[in-house]
């Protein structure tokens, strides 16, 4: 790759020992050595070196007065091919890859991060998937998560149970993090039933950082879909932040809740089903209620764009309900406060809203517990004006259950009656303790 940023004496240097971006490059000064992958500079000073570190991190280092530089190792465009994937019909687990930062790599000629290897490419990481199952992969698209919409979750359905359907006995979703509990819940809604398990995958890191999670997660993830019965859709990651064993979450009972920890994805209001331990490939029941496999998969993938999410705060204005109203939407999830509550102040344009045929949900942004609106004067007059307590349902997996409602449903009556109902285990008949984490400080 061309040096086109630098300028100058790196350039010089770099241009003599015949560098190129992507590089694994060593620079010695006096006592120091620095080794890591050559990487594009945006420095004014024209003598500074940008390296890759192994941990992660990048360095600008002035080649003035160095000892030594030299090549290690010149960069690969491709990696080697050995073929990991098996025909299509010989295959027990299907990869369905769809980006995100678990195929995604350092592009070296800007230094982010982008969706750039094949499925194939990321097993070719992972020479030990070869010896859990027979792998064939396909890419349906090649996107990262925030760019997700809900006519991909229908192109994603499809190809699961196309996976099924070629005689696989588990599939696996390569997925972003970012959106991946809201494509959890569309693929729960739409699987109507499930010949095997449905394991959501990602990482927090790309995967040729040497703090990624991806090659663990992925491993898991296709070991788990290949000897774990159960016909659900999961999410399968990193249990802590160390590298010991992934667990196996519910996909509707599932949330991410940290920007960037590996052990970011958290079940909410349950418990994981399961834990694998990878290095002793073990799988751990901690939850023994789920789902055993269908003879068969069902696909019914149909999304509106006529729900919403709304948040709840101090100072709303009726005003800005009204205009999300008068845009045509059918539903609303309102995401209260505590017990499930919106200021008083707003019920008469809830009321107005309900009155006009759109259907108002209630879920509490405290995620944690559930929500009752029998408690306090506002949510018993909530519910006196039509608008629906959706229990310990989470925000986002209300929002996909009611674009899945919509788009099959018109009656309010009907809406109401299927929101309320428990169809891919999203609410929970009862909490125990231990479902609530509890921080504790020395």
């Not at 019909?89 to 982010?112: D, P, Q, R, W």
Request: net charge neutral.
């Amino acid at each position: 790759m061309q040096l086109t940023s630098y300028q100058g004496r790196a350039l010089s240097i770099l241009d003599n020992i015949g560098a190129s971006i992507g590089d694994l490059i060593e620079i010695k000064k006096g006592k120091y050595s620095f080794t890591g992958i050559l990487m594009p500079t945006y420095s004014a000073d024209d003598s500074i070196v940008v390296l890759k570190l192994e941990n992660g991190y990048n360095i600008g280092i002035s080649v003035e007065n160095s000892d030594s530089i030299r090549i290690l190792k010149k960069s690969q465009s491709e990696l080697a091919t050995k073929e990991l994937v098996r025909e299509e019909g010989m295959s027990e687990i299907k990869i369905i890859s769809t980006g995100g930062t678990i195929v995604s790599k350092i592009e070296y000629e800007t230094g982010a991060v982008r969706p750039a290897l094949s499925t194939k490419e990321i097993l070719n990481f992972i020479p030990e998937i070869k010896n859990v199952a027979k792998i064939s992969s396909e890419v349906v698209f090649s996107i990262l998560s925030e760019d997700m919409k809900p006519e991909y979750w229908i192109k994603i359905a499809d190809a699961v149970k196309r996976g099924f359907d070629q005689g696989n006995k588990g599939i696996v979703v390569a997925h972003g993090t970012d959106t991946m509990t809201y494509t959890a819940a569309a693929l729960a809604f739409s699987l109507k039933k499930i010949q095997g398990p449905v394991v959501l995958v990602g990482s927090q890191r790309s995967s040729d950082r040497p703090s990624s999670d991806a090659t663990i997660n992925l491993y898991s993830a296709v070991y788990v879909a290949k000897n774990f019965q159960i016909g659900e859709v999961v999410i399968n990651m990193h249990s802590t932040s160390s590298d010991t064993y992934t667990y196996i979450h519910r996909g509707v009972k599932t949330r991410k809740m940290h920007t960037s920890r590996r052990d970011a994805f958290q079940s909410i209001n349950d418990i994981p089903i399961a834990k694998f331990d990878w290095a002793k490939k073990e799988i751990v029941i901690i939850n023994k209620n789920y789902k055993i496999p269908d003879d068969e998969t069902l696909v019914d993938a149909k999304f509106s764009s006529k729900a919403f999410l709304l948040k709840a705060f101090p100072g709303l204005n009726g005003e800005v309900i009204d205009a999300i109203v008068g845009s045509g939407i059918k539903g609303m999830i309102i995401e209260g406060t505590g017990l499930g509550h919106i200021s008083s102040e707003l019920i008469d344009v809830l009321k107005k809203a309900i009155k006009d045929g759109v259907f108002i949900g209630m879920t509490s942004q405290c995620l944690f517990g559930r929500v009752n609106m029998n408690v306090y004067t506002t949510g018993r007059t909530l519910q006196k004006v039509g608008v629906t307590p959706l229990d310990d349902m989470l925000p986002e997996v209300a929002l996909v259950k009611l674009m899945w409602t919509l788009a099959h449903y018109e009656e309010l009556e009907d809406i109401k009656k299927v929101m309320r109902s428990n169809l891919a285990g999203e609410l929970s008949p009862r909490h125990v303790i231990n479902e609530f984490p509890r921080w504790e400080y020395e």
